[in-house]
């Protein structure tokens, strides 16, 4: 066995940790798809078998490599499917790596193609992938994907420059935007949200100057006066944003009332948020609504079932290890983000994951 695979982590603990005490993301999306009953009422996992405490990674033939499609360079997402790589490589025989790509919108693409098995992903995005419907709706993707771990809110946040004198979306036209890099999952969910809003149109594109750049490059450009707003989505604190925090440089804006209940009213996937007061170290002085959306570990329906059930475990066991790597972990419990995998209204769990929540007792027969 190439590492060490260390068991016993404190599972419970995590899992009795609030949803949202630090997320300030709202409520995710709701499903009835399973009753719930099947879904085990307490917090605490049952005791796995003395059988299944003994089994380790070595019981699987591990791939010589596992590739997981990211997103953009330096984002969240991309952040956070290298640090479930690095879990993989350090705890089985696989070495795994996070590829860049344009993110969510690409990756069902990607998967379809077989550059990787894994990939991070919107789940409404899967589903208008596969049903060929949205910004799918020219080019329909022949995938059959499930979920391993939704472990993202990824809430909407409108960065605008000091002295751009942007206090609405309406004050966003004829400025300079960026919505990140082209048909990337952010850009997907700008043009979908500001064409709800009225800002967008396929026949005509943004009503403000769209600048196509990468959250990273973004930053730079407010910096330097070369953009007015940026329109990203992830936690709250995202790691860009407190950047421009730091040095002064943004403040953000808000949806108006009428804005986020069309968009939750359109129902692709979005529900209402609020960025509390006291985020980014105090710098936003009262709360902000905007909506949010929920992301993170898909596969291929073909996935080894095997191979899932570990990849999930090594997830679950080891989120301590995840929530120091990353703060989108540290946003939410385990035990929350089964519950919000397991009853999304628009993508399966895989069966191999279900498999491991059903051995610990979080799904019940």
């Not at 996992?45 to 003395?50: C, F, G, K, R, V």
């Amino acid at each position: 066995m190439k590492k060490i695979f260390r068991m016993g982590l404190a599972l419970v603990t995590m899992i009795s940790m609030t949803a949202c005490g630090n997320s300030g993301t709202g409520q995710p999306i709701a499903s009835s798809k399973v009753p719930e009953t099947s879904v085990a009422a307490t917090d605490k996992a049952t005791e796995p078998s003395n059988e299944e405490l003994n089994k380790t990674t070595d019981s699987y033939d591990w791939p010589d490599f596992i590739t997981m499609l990211g997103a953009s360079s330096g984002g969240n997402a991309q952040l956070s499917m290298s640090a479930i790589a690095q879990i993989i490589s350090e705890y089985t025989d696989s070495t795994c790596t996070a590829q860049v790509t344009a993110g969510s919108a690409q990756n069902p693409y990607l998967m379809e193609a077989g550059d990787g098995d894994y990939g991070f992903n919107v789940s409404y995005y899967l589903y208008c992938a596969k049903n060929g419907i949205g910004s799918y709706k020219d080019a329909p993707v022949d995938l059959d994907a499930k979920l391993v771990m939704m472990y993202s809110s990824s809430i909407v946040q409108i960065a605008c420059r000091k002295g751009s004198e942007i206090n609405s979306l309406d004050d966003l036209v004829g400025k300079k935007v960026v919505v990140g890099t082209a048909g990337s999952g952010n850009e997907n969910m700008c043009h979908d949200l500001m064409g709800i809003c009225g800002f967008y149109t396929e026949a005509d594109g943004y009503k403000f100057k769209a600048e196509y750049s990468s959250p990273a490059d973004g930053v730079e450009l407010i910096q330097n006066g070369q953009a007015d707003a940026m329109i990203m989505t992830g936690t709250v604190p995202m790691t860009n944003y407190s950047q421009l925090f730091a040095t002064k440089d943004i403040y953000l804006i808000d949806f108006t009332e009428e804005q986020v209940e069309a968009i939750v009213n359109a129902e692709i996937g979005y529900s209402k948020a609020v960025i509390p007061a006291g985020s980014y170290e105090g710098e936003i002085k009262e709360d902000l609504s905007s909506v949010v959306s929920v992301a993170g570990l898909a596969c291929k329906a073909s996935c080894n079932e095997e191979e899932v059930y570990w990849i999930t475990r090594l997830i679950v066991e080891h989120w301590e290890e995840l929530e120091g790597m990353h703060s989108l972990f540290a946003g939410t419990t385990a035990k929350d983000v089964f519950e919000l995998t397991y009853n999304d209204p628009y993508v399966e769990m895989h069966p191999g994951a279900v498999r491991y929540f059903k051995e610990i007792g979080w799904v019940t027969e």
